[in-house]
């Protein structure tokens, strides 16, 4: 070890506050089982600094009076983080993973999972485990710390849960999907430093998963069919259900319901395109609601369908005109939308990637990430269909599907069919399948 060189092994203690609450021990139960992966063995948690100890340690949470000095002042925005390497009273090299509020604290835990132990927030959902390394080196100026977010809330729909409700079924029949599969979406909603979300279709309020939406620390929130918290689709039978012939009774119950809350932004809706409906009509304080995937005329809600660069293009527009009160992602079953739904959390507004996915080097960023989350070098055929979808139809024609499905066979999919050079939509409207 060098004195530049901070090294973490299996027997290097967490200090952990017992107090703090249960959203940041379940993010820490998470980060032990990375632990577990990258250094071999779980680790030694305490809840106080130790006494005899001289080597290196790590300090988790946002509570306990050991943190304050270590945490300030780069922790007075809300729900920003400290992940550095300082030195702590009793003169040890310690590495700081803590918030100045409750998700900054988890986000830090997240992060140190990500930027130390090397795990991808989408490990679960890419088939991605980390690689055994037995140890891990930090430079004494590594500094991962991150202020307060861009938008105020950030968040996913799961929205249409075709997938999801079949791949894994609540045992129990009272949500959508397990309550195990819920809590899977939740920790990779808050690797990304997502703040919300909207958990499920049709759900009740007194459904568990949005209970445990809760105790995970995630704000909840509603959307175009359940307006204002009313669930339309489950509708008394004994009450006329049609605005056009009984408006008063619609109006009345939406009365209600915005009685019950303070105050309200104004959202945007998009396209189903990409494009954002507000014609230049943006302001402060405002938001949008956004979709990656739409089941409409011209998609499916199981296939992305907008170019990363339009994303980066309209919420960089909204970013300018201060309407970072609110985005909310229409992410279907998750795992199909990757690409696009990092796009959002991780990369909101940062210029320089606006311009990368604007120019040809979008394919390079596109390829390169592709194989960092799967883990696969050969998937040349596949990132160009991807790319070709993007590019729109015209460009696709050049792409050969009889040339891509070799590509296909032996890694995540393989591609069925008639050989047609069409569009992605239409190539899923013609018969194709992937499995």
Known sequence: MTETTMVLTVDTPWVVAADEPEAIQRALADVKADWYKVLGRMPVVLTQPPQSWTGSIIYFG??????????TPQTSGPESFVLRVRTDRAG????????????????????????????????????????????VELRKDFDRSSGAPTFRYRGWFINDEDLLSRFAPDPLRENIFSLEMWDRVYETLLRLRGNMVVPGTFNLPDERCQELAARRGLILNMHHINVLGLVTFRWP????????KHPEIMERYWRTCIAAYKDWEVVWPDDGSGGIRDNGRVGAGQGTYYHTMMLNHQGNQLTEMVNPGRIYHELGRFTRAGATEYFLVNVSDERPSRETSRSFIRKRTDPAVVRLCR??????????????????????GPIKLLIAGFRGPAAFRAVSLVDLRPAFRGHHHQLH???????????????????
């Not at 946002?62 to 945490?71: D, N, Q, R, S, V």
């Not at 795990?119 to 037995?134: I, M, Q, S, T």
């Open 237 to 244: 039978e004994d009450v006329p259900f049609s605005y056009s």
């Open 359 to 380: 120019s040809q080097r979008f394919a390079e960023m596109t390829h390169r990430e592709s194989q960092e989350a799967t883990g696969h070098r050969k998937i040349d």
């Open 92 to 135: 040890r090299t310690a590495l700081v993973a803590g918030g100045g509020d409750l998700r900054g604290a988890i986000y830090a835990a997240y992060a140190l999972s990500e930027e130390v132990l090397g795990v991808d927030p989408w490990y679960y959902w890419v088939d991605k485990e980390p690689a055994f390394r037995g140890r």
């Open 62 to 71: 946002t509570k306990a009076p050991w943190l304050k000095e270590m945490l």
């Open 417 to 435: 069919g008639p050989t047609d050079p069409r569009s992605p939509r239409a190539c899923l409207a013609a018969g194709y399948r992937l499995e």
